[in-house]
């Protein structure tokens, strides 16, 4: 009775050492890069052709961009300077904070820039 657990460890002794049959792994199979299209050259022209001489003294800036005069074309004022006008560096503070007008006038380069945008929040509420 005293040799109960020496039975399970021989038993595993004897599977541990027993010949096991071999693992077989499927090698993968490399496959072939694309062959590279051949280049199709153009054929020759059958005919020569000479190229023409041009004259560039026939340039005239008012026939290539003329200004249009039609009633169509609307001129719209820009809203957002209209307003800029309006605007100072004490509204726009008092609009968004001290600490918000220092942050966009670091990030925007200048306090005109800041107001600006103080300007287009406002137009946006």
Partial sequence: MKYWPLIPLISLLFIGC???QPVYRP???KKEAPKPKPVITPEKPKKIHKLK???DDNFDPAYMYPETKSKNAKQVPEPVTVAAAQMNKEECMAMIGQEKFDKYTQMLGSEAAAIKRCVLLKSMR
């Fill in 18 to 20: 027993a010949e096991q």
């Fill in 27 to 29: 090698v993968p199979v």
């Fill in 53 to 55: 001489e041009v004259e």
